[in-house]
């Protein structure tokens, strides 16, 4: 589908689109369904935020030193990160846009501020999606703070690029779900996490993936989507590519989205799809697992409300098949098999006899 950063930024790509945040420490959710704004501090390095709907654009805010990675440009040939640590670069799709925003507005002195010296001193960045795609998808932006560029000559230049490339900083990382327009999964296959309760399945290569929702009033845990936490205890948190297996997590639109069965609501509701596409080599079973929390709103609230629901994810070995198709055979099937094999056996019994007589005769005629 890591990073240390400390601003926000955003965009995407294809029908629904992710972007996801990394940073060293503390963690921002935000969703469209509360604010259009993600914004990465000191103290709050990770940011999430949706796009959940068409022309519906959000906002993203650097801090104060930084800016956004990929640089935006004036042009429509900017891209975004495929994964939270800017490792890997794509092309944003042409239905989504990622603008910076004017710096200033009105007339500075009496003359007015040209749009370019506006956008150089941008910090902020509007990201639109005019088209959903069919499917949701993840893109990933970071907001990083810049060498100084400068140098007296061309030794010392290529020794500052050299310390310029190990200092810079990547203050935050931004992760931004953009839906697809069909539902993550179908209403009877997405499964809800109740606080309290717990999921649990078993994923082998002939399952390969797993949806479900957290219920009103909690929200997922871990933020970042190339996390998972460890074991039945679900406390350690560790990459996804920790765990020995390759696999990502996808937000997108619950089934239950717009409809009047809890949890009800008349936007989208966000559902999450586990799915591994290598299994681990060894057959040792790979135990995974993901909370969604009561939410701080919630929790104000003095009640006997379970703090949390677990969604405990067991994923085998590449070589399992765990289709249980010998125990679910059909019976006509077995009554067919079991019939012929009767019927050889009766067919081989006769000619034994035939061919034992036969010997005893001709025994008698000689």
């Given amino acids: 589908m890591v990073s240390k950063v400390s601003g926000a930024f955003c965009a995407m790509k294809g029908p629904a689109i992710v972007v996801g945040l990394l940073c060293l420490s503390g963690s921002l959710l935000l969703s469209n369904a509360n604010s259009t704004d993600a914004t990465c501090s000191e103290s709050k390095t990770l940011a999430s935020v949706a796009l959940t709907k068409e022309s519906s654009p959000i906002k993203i805010k650097c801090p104060d030193g930084s800016d956004v990675f990929p640089a935006v440009t004036d042009k429509s040939n900017n891209s975004y990160c495929t994964d939270s640590s800017c490792a890997q670069q794509a092309p ?10 004017a710096a200033a507005s009105g007339a ?20 639109t ?11 990933y932006f970071q907001c990083r703070t810049p060498g100084e560029s400068k140098a007296r000559s061309r ?20 992760q931004v779900a953009a839906y697809g ?5 179908a209403a009877e296959t997405e499964k809800e996490c109740n606080l309290g309760g717990k999921l649990s399945v078993s994923l082998n290569p002939k399952s390969q ?44 639109k619950s089934a239950a989205s717009g409809t009047p069965a809890p949890p009800a609501s008349t936007g989208a509701l966000p559902a999450y799809t586990f799915t591994v596409s290598k299994f681990p080599a060894e057959n040792t079973p790979v135990l995974l697992c993901y909370k969604c929390e009561k939410t701080a709103a919630v929790s104000e609230h003095v009640d006997e409300t379970p703090s949390e629901c677990t969604a405990l994810i067991e ?4 070589s399992a098949t765990g289709d249980g198709q010998e125990d679910n055979q059909d019976p006509s099937e077995l009554g067919t098999s079991s ?9 081989l019994l006769i000619a034994l006899v035939t061919l034992l007589f036969s010997a005893l005769a001709v025994d008698a005629s000689v």
């Fill in 92 to 101: 944003l799709d042409p239905a989504f846009s990622i603008q910076a925003d």
């Fill in 108 to 127: 500075v002195g009496g003359v007015g501020v040209s749009l370019q010296s506006a956008k150089a001193n941008a910090k902020s960045y509007t990201l």
């Fill in 129 to 139: 999606m005019h088209q959903s795609s069919q499917n949701s998808s993840t893109l």
């Fill in 155 to 174: 030794e010392e230049f290529l020794k500052k690029r050299v310390e310029e490339s190990q200092a810079t900083e990547t203050k935050c990382t931004i």
């Fill in 181 to 185: 327009s069909e539902a993550a999964a």
């Fill in 209 to 252: 993936s797993f949806t479900f929702h957290c219920a009103e009033g909690s929200s997922l845990q871990p933020v970042n989507f190339e996390n998972a936490f460890a074991g039945n205890q679900c406390a350690d948190q560790k990459a996804l590519t920790e765990f020995g297996l390759v696999a990502s997590l996808l937000e997108g």
């Fill in 315 to 318: 994923v085998s070995g590449e």
């Fill in 339 to 347: 019939g012929a094999a009767k019927h050889a056996a009766d067919t």
